[in-house]
């Protein structure tokens, strides 16, 4: 496993990292086994948010004492100074820390700057001054957004979706990433669980060397398998360069990447399970999503009132309301035994 630089933090660490969103999903002692575990392999970066409901804890209570052989990243939504201030000390009180190797602001809607009148970037200046953080970063769903904030030179990393189905756009930003040395936080490497070719995304990732892949890991066989990578790093082969091609193919045109930044629905739908589950019933099978309950889910649909509020919320600009309504005909059409998966 190679190691890469991320930008112009100077932070060097093998091309392999943990994200801790999914760590919230399970109890104390299984995250922290994980977050040891992953560390143990060979990870040494870690990105969680404070939003993430417990997952800065799990990360705190793993590292503590070993603060120093890590390094941490997490994030704010904060949209106000007064927030931003709260924000940054319940992460510094989680984490058991009295520093944060990278503060990002959380889904980003603008690219902050000093004197636009928000106040959002003095904020993270002054903690940096005051040594709470070490680098300014963002996480952002906007490709807009991103681009200005990779411009502006005040941000010295980027985390943004990337994985082998991403488009022109995406690797316009990579590059853009690359000449402003920007490190670039790669989030969604499996698209979201629409990827199941752990060994494919790997290999994609390695042709990109300023890129920093985060891997959503909650389950130990998941862990395995990318642990597994630090001795034995997928390269970038004709026939995984075929197969990838067969599969932007496939996921050609718009789909739901189940960010859930849309939610939450006024009518309780679960967005973003349903608008992407013709998806997920072809490409990673699973009883689950036919189970009585999950039937009631998705049932839901036929209460949608196209508030279109998720629309305005997402940031693919999908029009959610008709993916919704396509993925429950499909749906139907499943659990009525006319199509088969």
């Given at each position: 496993?190679?190691?890469?630089?991320?930008?112009?933090?100077?932070?060097?660490?093998?091309?392999?990292?943990?994200?801790?969103?999914?760590?919230?999903?399970?109890?104390?002692?299984?995250?922290?086994?994980?977050?040891?575990?992953?560390?143990?392999?060979?990870?040494?970066?870690?990105?969680?948010?404070?939003?993430?409901?417990?997952?800065?804890?799990?990360?705190?209570?793993?590292?503590?004492?070993?603060?120093?052989?890590?390094?941490?990243?997490?994030?704010?939504?904060?949209?106000?100074?007064?927030?931003?201030?709260?924000?940054?000390?319940?992460?510094?009180?989680?984490?058991?820390?009295?520093?944060?190797?990278?503060?990002?602001?959380?889904?980003?809607?603008?690219?902050?700057?000093?004197?636009?009148?928000?106040?959002?970037?003095?904020?993270?200046?002054?903690?940096?001054?005051?040594?709470?953080?070490?680098?300014?970063?963002?996480?952002?769903?906007?490709?807009?957004?991103?681009?200005?904030?990779?411009?502006?030179?005040?941000?010295?990393?980027?985390?943004?979706?990337?994985?082998?189905?991403?488009?022109?756009?995406?690797?316009?930003?990579?590059?853009?990433?690359?000449?402003?040395?920007?490190?670039?936080?790669?989030?969604?490497?499996?698209?979201?669980?629409?990827?199941?070719?752990?060994?494919?995304?790997?290999?994609?990732?390695?042709?990109?060397?300023?890129?920093?892949?985060?891997?959503?890991?909650?389950?130990?066989?998941?862990?395995?398998?990318?642990?597994?990578?630090?001795?034995?790093?997928?390269?970038?082969?004709?026939?995984?360069?075929?197969?990838?091609?067969?599969?932007?193919?496939?996921?050609?045109?718009?789909?739901?990447?189940?960010?859930?930044?849309?939610?939450p629905c006024p009518k309780g739908i679960k967005i973003n399970s349903c608008a992407r589950m013709s998806l997920m019933l072809r490409r990673a099978p699973s009883e689950a999503w036919l189970t009585p309950e999950m039937q009631a889910?998705?049932?839901?649909?036929?209460?949608?009132?196209?508030?279109?509020?998720?629309?305005?919320?997402?940031?693919?600009?999908?029009?959610?309301?008709?993916?919704?309504?396509?993925?429950?005909?499909?749906?139907?059409?499943?659990?009525?035994?006319?199509?088969?998966?």
């Amino acid at each position: 496993m190679k190691e890469i630089t991320l930008g112009r933090t100077g932070i060097r660490v093998p091309q392999n990292a943990f994200g801790a969103l999914p760590v919230q999903r399970v109890d104390m002692d299984t995250a922290v086994g994980l977050i040891r575990r992953a560390y143990e392999g060979g990870m040494r970066f870690f990105d969680t948010a404070r939003a993430y409901s417990d997952s800065e804890e799990k990360l705190g209570e793993a590292f503590d004492g070993m603060r120093e052989k890590v390094y941490i990243a997490t994030k704010t939504q904060a949209v106000t100074p007064d927030a931003f201030r709260r924000d940054l000390e319940t992460s510094l009180r989680n984490l058991r820390t009295d520093y944060i190797d990278v503060y990002q602001f959380h889904c980003a809607q603008q690219a902050y700057a000093p004197g636009d009148g928000t106040g959002m970037y003095e904020c993270m200046e002054k903690a940096k001054e005051e040594g709470l953080i070490r680098h300014i970063g963002m996480s952002a769903h906007k490709i807009r957004v991103a681009m200005d904030a990779v411009k502006s030179g005040l941000y010295e990393t980027m985390q943004f979706p990337f994985s082998y189905i991403s488009g022109e756009k995406e690797l316009a930003l990579v590059e853009l990433c690359r000449q402003e040395n920007v490190g670039f936080i790669a989030m969604k490497g499996l698209a979201g669980g629409l990827i199941n070719d752990s060994r494919a995304a790997m290999a994609f990732m390695t042709e990109h060397d300023s890129v920093l892949p985060i891997w959503g890991i909650q389950k130990e066989k998941e862990l395995d398998e990318w642990l597994s990578y630090m001795d034995d790093t997928p390269e970038m082969t004709g026939e995984i360069r075929a197969f990838i091609e067969k599969e932007k193919e496939e996921l050609a045109g718009e789909f739901c990447r189940g960010c859930g930044y849309c939610m939450p629905c006024p009518k309780g739908i679960k967005i973003n399970s349903c608008a992407r589950m013709s998806l997920m019933l072809r490409r990673a099978p699973s009883e689950a999503w036919l189970t009585p309950e999950m039937q009631a889910e998705m049932k839901k649909i036929e209460d949608c009132i196209n508030c279109r509020a998720c629309v305005a919320k997402c940031p693919y600009r999908l029009d959610t309301p008709r993916l919704l309504k396509e993925n429950y005909e499909d749906y139907k059409r499943v659990l009525a035994g006319e199509v088969t998966v």
